[in-house]
């Protein structure tokens, strides 16, 4: 049969949103044999309360003829929708696209550190290509509901709903080392425990590393958790959500340490600024 008055929809969940709802997507057709084709918005912009993003593009269908498609997103609710022109008929065998940049929310990241991703598993066949991170695999849901409609030899509004991927917050590893030099005759300067305070975005917020829990200052949502360390001797920070952490050193000792020096090493793409 045919598929006409076609519409993708996809509402995102709790814990996915756009890197940048600005960004149009990337929109792909590939037809049975030849090129894929890309459709590019060429009017994608926001309407005046900033609210909705629309954009249109074209493509040329297998008859030749020239084809309208319409993008929408909602940044209230967080659905975007893609609709063919209603008397566009699906092409058999053609594959359709629509490619957007998530990233995980708040909220994922303190559910995460709360109790972990629980028994939510990507379903089937779930994974973009060159993928392996969703299909089977522990996460949250990435979206609520994503469905396809169309109307089909006289039948009005069919609903087709697709399988549900996960998302993975990000995480990354901090290590801290204390190095001392120019003990000035102190036996003992290699013996003293030195603290450093780690900052970091929100999002570190209730989680554990090195032994200490991140928590929020008083007077920001800055995640802070400070680490005793003996020169010497590493404090592993692991998996701590992606972000700038700030180290500074609470209490230098200069009485016992000339030349002091301390460095942060960093694994997994996670940022650090050093403290002075």
């Known amino acids: 049969g045919t598929f006409t008055n076609v519409v993708i929809t996809d509402k995102l969940s709790n814990y996915a949103e756009l ?3 600005t960004k149009a997507p990337t929109i792909t057709i590939q037809p049975l ?3 894929p084709i890309s459709v590019t918005l060429q009017d994608y912009m926001a309407d005046q309360d900033g609210r909705i993003y629309t954009g249109t593009g074209t493509f040329t269908d297998g008859s030749g003829e020239r084809q309208t498609l319409t ?12 609709k063919f022109s209603s008397t566009y008929a699906l092409e058999n065998g053609w594959t359709y696209t629509i490619t957007v940049k998530i990233q995980p929310t708040d909220k994922a990241y303190s559910d995460y550190a709360a109790n972990g991703y629980g028994t939510t598993v990507g379903d089937p066949d779930t994974d973009a290509p060159g993928n392996s991170t969703s299909s089977g695999k522990p996460g949250f849901y990435s979206n609520t509901t994503a469905d396809l409609t169309y109307d089909s030899n006289g039948v009005e509004d069919v609903k087709e709903e697709y399988p549900k ?5 990000k995480l990354g590893n901090l290590t801290l080392e204390k190095q001392v030099e120019g003990l000035e005759g102190n036996d003992n300067a290699n013996d003293e425990q030195f603290t450093f305070t780690v900052t970091g975005p929100k999002t570190a917020v209730g989680y554990t590393a090195g032994g ?3 928590v929020a200052t008083s007077d920001d949502q800055n995640a802070t958790a400070s680490f005793p360390v003996t020169p010497g ?3 592993e920070l692991a998996n701590l ?3 700038t952490y700030t180290v500074t050193e609470s209490d230098p000792a200069s009485e016992i340490v000339s030349g002091k020096y301390y460095f942060v090493s960093k694994t997994d793409s996670a940022t650090v600024d050093l403290g002075t």
């Not at 993008?71 to 893609?82: A, I, R, V």
């Not at 991927?165 to 917050?169: A, Y």
Request: aromatic share 16%; charged share 20%; no cysteine.
């Open 19 to 21: 890197v940048d709802e």
């Open 212 to 214: 200490q829990k991140f």
């Open 71 to 82: 993008y929408t997103y909602n940044s209230g609710n967080k659905t975007f929708t893609l």
């Open 33 to 35: 044999t030849g090129d």
């Open 241 to 243: 959500p992606y972000g």
């Open 233 to 235: 001797s590493k404090v």
């Open 165 to 169: 991927p996960v998302i993975q917050v």
